[in-house]
């Protein structure tokens, strides 16, 4: 199983950015894709964006096209998301994700991490 643990999160102004990280650990050869999701009170589960873990592309969902970016640390076996141009709708608690399938639904990804909050108020 592998393990996933994702940090960075905090409490931002709208407009600022923030970098969040997860690092995995165990068998990495077992996933293929890795993904952010993200899960504000009240709301499901929403996919934010995933790369493929050998050749790199990258999706984005609509909401968060052109302003996060979703980019992996071979060397660390790590994957990070840049946020920037932050708004109050994208304060949730953030998760990483690891899977064989390059979906946009949870049930795509098997691993899960414990989640990050990010907070974006002024």
């Known amino acids: 199983q592998v393990q996933l643990v994702e940090s960075g999160g905090g409490l931002v102004q709208p407009g600022d950015s923030l970098r969040l990280s997860c690092a995995a650990s165990?068998?990495?050869?077992?996933?293929?894709?890795m993904g952010w999701f993200r899960q504000a009170p009240g709301k499901e589960r929403e996919f934010v964006a995933r790369i493929m873990w050998g050749g790199g592309s990258s999706y984005y969902a609509d909401s968060v096209k052109g302003r996060f970016t979703i980019s992996r640390d071979d060397a660390n076996n790590a994957v990070t998301l840049q946020m920037n141009s932050l708004k109050p709708e994208d304060t949730a608690v953030y998760y990483c994700?690891?899977?064989?399938?390059?979906?946009?639904?949870?049930?795509?990804?098997?691993?899960w991490g414990q989640g990050t909050q990010v907070t974006v108020s002024s």
């Open positions: 165990g068998p990495t050869f077992s996933f293929l894709v």
């Open positions: 994700a690891a899977g064989r399938r390059a979906g946009v639904s949870s049930a795509d990804f098997g691993s």
